[in-house]
């Protein structure tokens, strides 16, 4: 699902996919071409696994990072926001 379509994900997730859409777009970037699936959670950190539609326009499959955007944003919850950004491998 889009970070942005907020009505489809859970309402814990909100605060987390709201972070996520600023820091994107603070680094310049289209928070609409990026999809999350997967999202885990611990007690202080929200884990949003980021798909970027670049990915979807493979004809191919690729190992690591297909399209070369897809990361996972790390929430913190307690300071109320994005604390770590992992580019695929």
């Not at 289209?30 to 959670?41: L, Q």
């Not at 326009?57 to 790390?74: I, T």
Request: charged share 25%; with cysteine.
């Amino acid at each position: 699902m889009p970070i942005t379509d907020l009505p489809a994900t859970p309402a814990e997730y909100h605060p987390a996919l709201k972070a996520a859409a600023e820091y994107l777009k603070a680094k310049g970037e289209e928070p609409s071409e990026f999809y999350v699936s997967d999202i885990s959670k611990t007690k202080t950190t929200v884990v949003l696994p980021l798909w970027h539609k670049s990915a979807f326009e493979l004809k191919e499959r690729v190992v690591g990072n297909p399209g070369g955007k897809c990361r996972n944003l790390e929430y913190n919850m307690a300071q109320n926001k994005i604390t770590g950004e992992l580019f695929w491998q």
